[in-house]
């Protein structure tokens, strides 16, 4: 499987992840996705196919899709390993990065303030005189 397909893959998932909750999903140097908060990122870890463990390698979630969380916020590091499914997978004295599966993804975005996706309803552009930038007829 080539790697442009393998990161192509993993950015559908992870922005369908996204999508309910509203976060911002953007492309890190390697064009993995990432959703980035104020206090760290979530990054996708394993899909659970493709997975290490199968390989004879270390996966903290074998067999599971994953997700990880970073943060250079050591006040963070107990908040977050106190969410229910979150693993501890590297941790320093200044930053941290741990394992969890999807379900805990609102819990997760919440500690490291992940931003949302900016929004503008039709009514609220409307009121601020934005106009389309597509018109049927043309205007002198």
């Known amino acids: 499987m ?30 993995f996705p990432v959703i980035p908060g104020r206090y760290g990122q979530i990054e996708w870890y394993c899909d659970g196919v493709n997975c290490a463990a199968r390989a004879g390698g270390f996966c903290a ?16 590091f107990e908040k977050l390993w106190a969410i229910p ?17 999807p379900e805990a993804l609102g819990q997760v975005a919440r500690v490291i303030k992940a931003r949302l996706r900016r929004t503008l309803a039709p009514e609220e552009a409307r009121r601020r005189g934005f106009k389309p930038t597509h018109r049927a007829t043309s205007e002198p």
Do not use: I, N, W
């Open 61 to 76: 979630l074998p067999g599971q899709f994953g997700l990880a969380v970073h943060t250079d916020r050591p006040r963070l």
């Open 2 to 31: 080539s790697r442009r397909f393998t990161q192509q893959r993993v950015v559908e998932q992870l922005r369908a992840l996204a999508e309910p909750y509203r976060f911002r999903v953007q492309l890190d140097a390697e064009g």
């Open 85 to 101: 499914g979150v693993k501890r997978y590297q941790t320093a004295e200044m930053e941290m990065r741990a394992v969890f599966p």
